[in-house]
């Protein structure tokens, strides 16, 4: 009986971790910076600069700026210049990078 929950509790897990992590605002922009811990703005989070279009729901202006990123792995194959499309989860004292796609140049 105990096998069976914790099987179950496994499974919830697994099927949650799959569905990907929250998105609460989505950007596009120019990458103008891959800074992997530790860096100047942060000792132990990665960090990515970005000139970011306006942001629907919580920027209205195009600015660059830097946002801690949920991972380095999110960084592979990045390079400054590179158009990307990304995804901002709102966490408590930061907004946070969980999702980069490259995007083709001229969009």
């Known amino acids: 009986m105990i096998f069976v929950r914790r099987a179950a509790v496994l499974g919830l897990f697994v099927a949650l971790g799959a569905a990907g992590p929250t998105v609460d605002y989505r950007g596009t922009g120019t990458v103008l910076a891959v800074l992997p811990p ?3 703005l942060h000792a132990t989070r990665p960090v990515i600069v970005i000139e970011h279009e306006p942001i629907a729901g919580l ?3 195009r600015m660059a700026m830097p946002f801690i990123a949920a991972s380095t792995t999110l960084f592979e194959g990045l390079h400054p210049g590179d158009r990307i499309a990304f995804g901002l989860q709102d966490t408590p004292g ?3 990078v969980v999702t980069i796609e490259r995007l083709p ?3």
């Open 38 to 40: 530790p860096s100047d």
């Open 59 to 61: 920027m209205a202006e």
């Open 94 to 96: 930061a907004l946070l």
């Open 105 to 107: 140049l001229g969009r």
